[in-house]
């Protein structure tokens, strides 16, 4: 089973920024659309062509990318808010038909 590894979370305040990255180790990540969860709720998703969608709540403040060459996918947040907190994962986007498992996610704590 193919497992995600993200990192990058972290504690900060109100307005701050942070970048997320998941890594999806094996040739398969560039045929796979992504996405980003929080609490298992889609924040953003890319396509292998690069089209992006986000969630109303995120929209015009997170960015979502990809680097194919790294197996990577990457989630810039920028004016974070405290509704933003929560624990963060990557994985297939919903629309795709792969899963991969699940990983530990990484926590972004936003203080006000």
Avoid: H
Wanted: proline share 2%; glycine share 10%; hydrophobic share 35%.
């Amino acid at each position: 089973q193919v497992q995600a590894v993200e990192s990058g979370g972290g504690l900060v305040q109100a307005g701050g920024s942070l970048r997320l990255s998941c890594e999806i180790p094996g040739s398969i990540f560039r045929f796979t659309a992504m996405g980003w969860y929080r609490q298992r709720e889609m924040v953003a998703d890319i396509s292998m062509d690069g089209f992006t969608k986000y969630a109303d709540s995120v929209k015009g403040r997170f960015t979502i990318s990809r680097d194919n060459a790294k197996n990577t996918v990457y989630l810039q947040m920028n004016s974070l808010k405290p509704e933003d907190s929560g624990v963060y994962y990557c994985n297939a986007a919903a629309y795709s038909n792969r899963r991969f498992s699940w990983g530990q996610g990484t926590q972004v704590t936003v203080s006000s």
